[in-house]
T-cell receptor, first 117, second 111 residues
């Protein structure tokens, strides 16, 4: 049983659709992340939220819009995506994000596999 | 230069072999280091943290060389179940410390 739950697990959408990915963590963590994993590439950090405030946005296109209404929930809103956005989107949480004492251990959800047609 | 670099492999080894992976990082202010394991079509999971003094967990040994800015993972007596991708993770210092992943090293252990 994972402490981080992502829905949907699979999503197929057209380029004109609007959809959202959802992530929920039951671990009492303060930070949540969205990562993108494409084939043959390292995990790319998209967004980090710490204590519900966005800490870092890694120059992700505006067609991806994150929302973090509270420390347990994280959304990724998708709009007018491109086929190259097809990837596995992984949500993760960690106990804290700021400071050198950050242990850095991330707890991942199982991912949402997105296909853009 | 990429922030975290790994040889993607694959490393193809027989059962019982010893195999070592290296990972280099570019940011000298990096504070903490980890190895994650990712099985095919699964999410990454923490394998072990990497401490300055080196640390061991069963068949797995991790070491950190701050002067040369690399970390290593040694797997002894490889098992078929060790077949996976091993991800090097470094907390890169920007405004905060952000976990940054290498592209991973693929290990295939064969009978």
């Amino acid at each position: 049983e994972t402490g981080v739950t992502q829905t949907p697990r699979h999503l197929v959408m057209g380029m004109t659709n609007k959809k959202s990915l959802k992530c929920e963590q039951h671990l009492g963590h303060n930070a949540m992340y969205w990562y993108k994993q494409s084939a043959k590439k390292p995990l790319e950090l998209m967004f980090v939220y710490s204590l519900e405030e966005r800490v870092e946005n890694n120059s992700v296109p505006s067609r991806f819009s994150p929302e973090c209404p509270n420390s347990s929930h994280l959304f990724l809103h998708l709009h007018t995506l491109q086929p190259e956005d097809s990837a596995l989107y992984l949500c993760a949480s960690s106990p804290l994000v700021q400071g050198p004492a950050n242990t850095g251990e991330l707890f991942f959800g199982e991912g949402s596999r997105l296909t853009v047609l | 230069r990429k922030e975290v670099e790994q040889d993607p492999g694959p490393f193809n080894v027989p059962e019982g072999a010893t195999v070592a992976f290296n990972c280099t990082y570019s940011n000298s202010a990096s504070q903490s280091f980890f190895w994650y394991r990712q099985d095919c079509r699964k999410e990454p999971k923490l394998l072990m943290s990497v401490y300055s003094s080196g640390n061991e967990d069963g068949r797995f040994t991790a070491q950190l060389n701050r002067a040369s800015q690399y970390i290593s993972l040694l797997i002894r007596d490889s098992k078929l179940s060790d077949s996976a991708t091993y991800l090097c993770v470094v907390n890169i210092r920007g405004g905060s410390y952000i976990p940054t992943f290498g592209r991973g090293t693929s290990l295939i252990v064969h009978p």
